[in-house]
T-cell receptor, first 114, second 116 residues
Framework: ETGVTQTPRHLVMGMTNKKSLKCEQH?????MYWYKQSAKKPLELMFV???????ENNSVPSRFSPECPNSSHLFLHLHTLQPEDSALYLC?????????????FGNGTRLTVT | AQKITQTQPGMFVQEKEAVTLDCTYD???????LFWYKQPSSGEMIFLIY??????QNATEGRYSLNFQKARKSANLVISASQLGDSAMYFC?????????????FGSGTRLSIRP
């Protein structure tokens, strides 16, 4: 069983809806990440948090809004999404922000925007 | 700028054979780390192996080993005695040690299919 849990596993939403993705890590890590995985494209880093502070915001549209209330939880709030936002959203955590600390991923949320 | 290249979009290998998945990278930072991940159809990304740029020996983890050729900037993953459960997408990734420490960038992946 993964130490990083994401809910929901699947989400279908209309372009006018507001929804949130949740991520929880049980590994005692200090850093958490959101990645987007679209078909036939490499994983795209969206946001990075270290000790609840955002340290990276990779030119992500404002319709994606992250929240990190504590070092174990990470949210991605979604509103007025576009069909091209349909993708697998992966949450990850790592012990620190530097090598050799690998990322530990959750199972992802498969998002479909209709 | 960081860059990771995986030139093999797909590979078919007979069960029990060894397989090499290619990865080349580009960085101007002398300190960096290289990672390999496996992604089965379930979607979870599974960490396999890590190689640091200053490590003197090639990394090994069970049936996985990393053929690290620093001068050529390549970090190929070798899977020995392949099994049906090895069928998955495999991603090479890199994080620079000093600048952009928070960024781990990924290659486009190689889909490995093991034939019985």
């Amino acid at each position: 069983e993964t130490g990083v849990t994401q809910t929901p596993r699947h989400l279908v939403m209309g372009m006018t809806n507001k929804k949130s993705l949740k991520c929880e890590q049980h590994l005692g890590h200090n850093a958490m990440y959101w990645y987007k995985q679209s078909a036939k494209k490499p994983l795209e880093l969206m946001f990075v948090y270290s000790l609840e502070e955002r340290v990276e915001n990779n030119s992500v549209p404002s319709r994606f809004s992250p929240e990190c209330p504590n070092s174990s939880h990470l949210f991605l709030h979604l509103h007025t999404l576009q069909p091209e936002d349909s993708a697998l959203y992966l949450c990850a955590s790592s012990q620190t922000l530097t090598s050799p600390s690998p990322l530990h991923f959750g199972n992802g949320t498969r998002l479909t925007v209709t | 700028a960081q860059k990771i290249t995986q030139t093999q979009p797909g590979m078919f290998v007979q069960e029990k054979e060894a397989v090499t998945l290619d990865c080349t990278y580009d960085t101007s930072d002398p300190s960096y780390g290289l990672f390999w991940y496996k992604q089965p159809s379930s979607g979870e990304m599974i960490f396999l192996i890590y190689q640091g740029s200053y490590d003197q020996q090639n990394a090994t983890e069970g049936r996985y080993s990393l053929n690290f050729q620093k001068a050529r900037k390549s970090a190929n993953l070798v899977i020995s005695a392949s099994q049906l459960g090895d069928s998955a997408m495999y991603f090479c990734a890199m994080r620079e040690g000093r600048s952009s420490a928070s960024k781990i960038i990924f290659g486009s992946g190689t889909r490995l299919s093991i034939r019985p």
